[in-house]
T-cell receptor, first 108, second 115 residues
Framework: AQRVTQPEKLLSVFKGAPVELKCNYS??????LFWYVQYSRQRLQLLLR??SRESIKGFTADLNKGETSFHLKKPFAQEEDSAMYYC??????????FGGGTRLMVKP | EAQVTQNPRYLITVTGKKLTVTCSQN?????MSWYRQDPGLGLRQIYY???????DKGDVPEGYKVSRKEKRNFPLILESPSPNQTSLYFC??????????????FGEGSRLTVL
């Protein structure tokens, strides 16, 4: 069965420090992974997807099939990055399995 | 403005009193879905719909019903709510169900408390 694990419920860093939000998955097929973000008082929204290989708001994520991971990274955290981050795995069609989420707090 | 709209946003009810949470999208999306969000568990899918009159169970469908009579609406029905259904509910939609269905657009959420 497919599963997405985000081991950290809370991650606190200082502004300007590097940040890495961990995501591990288990899936028997060819995985397609996403990061969704929920800023305070806003809707959950797509941040990035691995197939696009893009950098959004300075964040990148690389799919590592050997380690079954899709960690989200940013070299210099900003206060406006404080939010709830969810890693998600496409399991069939457009159905997603979400991880438990990590709350990122960036302190000034 | 393209969006997914849920109502009510907040509701406190009592055990056994039937309620409906409405979801409407104005983007002509085929795929719609309901999730519940609980601390530490992330979002879990309750039901989804691939198109009008086509619905199926997600991971946690017990205690819920849905219908999809029109493309834009996908209400979530709790026939006899229980306290374990206290949660934050999200409706989401995308262009289609398939892998090319595109980004999921989420509503603002409906916080339900069952006493």
């Amino acid at each position: 069965a497919q599963r997405v694990t985000q081991p950290e419920k809370l991650l606190s860093v200082f502004k300007g420090a590097p940040v890495e939000l961990k995501c591990n998955y288990s899936y028997s097929g060819s995985p397609e992974l996403f990061w969704y973000v929920q800023y305070s008082r806003q809707r959950l929204q797509l941040l990035l997807r691995h197939i696009s290989r893009e950098s959004i708001k300075g964040f990148t994520a690389d799919l590592n099939k050997g380690e079954t991971s899709f960690h989200l990274k940013k070299p210099f955290a900003q206060e406006e990055d404080s939010a709830m981050y969810y890693c998600a795995l496409r399991r069939a069609g457009n159905m997603l399995t979400f991880g438990g989420g990590t709350r990122l707090m960036v302190k000034p | 403005e393209a969006q997914v709209t849920q109502n009510p946003r907040y509701l406190i009810t009592v055990t056994g009193k039937k309620l409906t949470v409405t979801c409407s999208q104005n983007m002509n999306h085929e795929y719609m879905s309901w999730y519940r969000q609980d601390p530490g568990l992330g979002l879990r899918q309750i039901y989804y719909s691939m198109n009008v009159e086509v619905t199926d169970k997600g991971d946690v469908p017990e205690g819920y019903k849905v219908s999809r009579k029109e493309k834009r609406n996908f209400p979530l029905i709790l026939e006899s709510p229980s306290p374990n259904q206290t949660s934050l509910y999200f409706c989401a939609s995308s262009l289609s169900w398939g892998a090319q269905g595109g980004e999921l657009f989420f509503g603002e959420g409906s916080r339900l408390t069952v006493l």
